[in-house]
């Protein structure tokens, strides 16, 4: 079994940064964020498989280039590192973790099996 917590969401102000944290437990192959809006999907931000060989980062222009994602295996914990935060990034962040190949990209929730309870993350303009 797979566990995952996330931490370090909260409000900020726009242009701002937080780093989100999910420390996961057990046996996975690779690990995602995705936030979600009510009455939205889940929107995939960010991919990176448990050597940290691949990465997929959202190239849609909503998200380009403010989010990273990063992990530390030693310590069981994947980052998503976000900057210049805007209102519209208001959402509840989910990290997600899952076995087998990095493909297919974009990654689909569908592709995880195991999540977090979600941080909430509010950015007030």
């Known amino acids: 079994q797979v566990h995952l917590m996330e931490s370090g969401g909260g409000s900020v102000q726009a242009g701002g940064s937080l780093r989100l944290s999910c420390v996961v437990s057990?046996?996975?192959?690779?690990k995602a964020w995705f936030r979600q809006t009510p009455g939205n999907g889940r929107e995939a931000l960010a991919a990176?498989?448990?050597?940290?060989?691949?990465?997929?980062?959202n190239g849609f222009d909503s998200v380009k280039g403010r989010f990273t994602i990063s992990q530390d295996n030693s310590k069981n914990m994947v980052y998503l590192q976000m900057k210049n935060l805007k209102p519209e990034d208001s959402a509840m962040y989910y990290c997600?973790?899952?076995?087998?190949?990095?493909?297919?990209?974009?990654?689909?929730?569908?592709?995880?099996?195991?999540w977090g309870q979600g941080t909430q993350v509010t950015v007030s303009s």
């Open positions: 057990g046996d996975h192959s690779k």
């Open positions: 997600a973790a899952g076995r087998g190949a990095f493909p297919p990209l974009p990654p689909r929730a569908s592709d995880y099996t195991y």
């Open positions: 990176i498989d448990f050597g940290g060989r691949n990465t997929w980062h």
